[in-house]
Each structure stands twice: as structure tokens, then as C-alpha cells.
């Protein structure tokens, strides 16, 4: 079983710049590749970012190309996703989530996921 704990969230102007991190328990977070995603209020959850199990690949939804990076610790268990030139459309509960051990790489479809922590809140105010 793979518990994640996302943290880092918060309220944040246009044009800033943010963090937020993801936290696995279980010794598995290495071998399985991770995602983050989002999700505005009545709007679906949406592919953010993807990093594989090695952090060799990565993968970003258009939207926040260019402006959002995404990294991994496999030796502190954490990923994290920075975010900057952030917008007020990058408003939206933020996900991390941890696909079943052994997977390499990450993909977009949200289903091919099995673990997911419970969300941390990014405000952008314009």
C-alpha cells in the first residue's frame, strides 16, 4: 500500500511562483512512476504533469508547458511540482498520485493511476 501526502499549497498572485510537494510512504515510491493533477471547482480532474520512475521522463499537459517543472527524490520518497508564471486559470485542488509499483512511465489518463493523496488547495488571485 502507498500512502501519499500532498503539501505546499496556498494563495498566490498572478505571475508568482509556487510549490508543492508529494510525500509517499512505503518503500515502492521508486519503482513506480507518479503524476500530478488537478481539478477546478465543476470542472474534471485533468493531467497536470508525469515523471518516471527514474525522473529520466517527463511529461506536461499544454497548458502548463514551459511554465511548470516537475521533479522527484526517489531518496526522501517525494516528487514535487513547481510551478511558476502561475495564472488564475491554474487555480484547482492539486493531486499527486502514484501509479502500481513497477510501472515506468507516467501517463495522461487519470484511471491509470492507483494511488492518490488528498489534495492541496492553489489559489492564483489576479
Known amino acids: 500500500q502507498v500512502q501519499l501526502v500532498e503539501s505546499g499549497g496556498g494563495l498566490v498572485q498572478a505571475g508568482g511562483s509556487l510549490r508543492v510537494s508529494c510525500t509517499a510512504s512505503?518503500?515502492?515510491?521508486?519503482?513506480?512512476?507518479m503524476g500530478w493533477f488537478r481539478q477546478a471547482p465543476g470542472k474534471e480532474r485533468e493531467f497536470v504533469a508525469g515523471?518516471?520512475?527514474?525522473?529520466?521522463?517527463?511529461d506536461f499537459a499544454d497548458s502548463v508547458k514551459g511554465r511548470f517543472t516537475i521533479s522527484r527524490d526517489n531518496a526522501k520518497n517525494t516528487v514535487y511540482l513547481q510551478m511558476n508564471s502561475l495564472k488564475p486559470e491554474d487555480t484547482a485542488v492539486y493531486y499527486c498520485?502514484?501509479?502500481?509499483?513497477?510501472?515506468?512511465?507516467?501517463?495522461?489518463?487519470?484511471?491509470?493511476?492507483?494511488?492518490w493523496g488528498q489534495g492541496t488547495q492553489v489559489t492564483v488571485s489576479s
Open positions: 498520485a502514484a501509479r502500481s509499483p513497477g510501472t515506468r512511465w507516467p501517463t495522461r489518463g487519470r484511471y491509470d493511476y492507483d494511488y
Open positions: 512505503g518503500r515502492t515510491f521508486s519503482s513506480a512512476a
Open positions: 515523471i518516471s520512475r527514474s525522473g529520466i521522463m517527463t
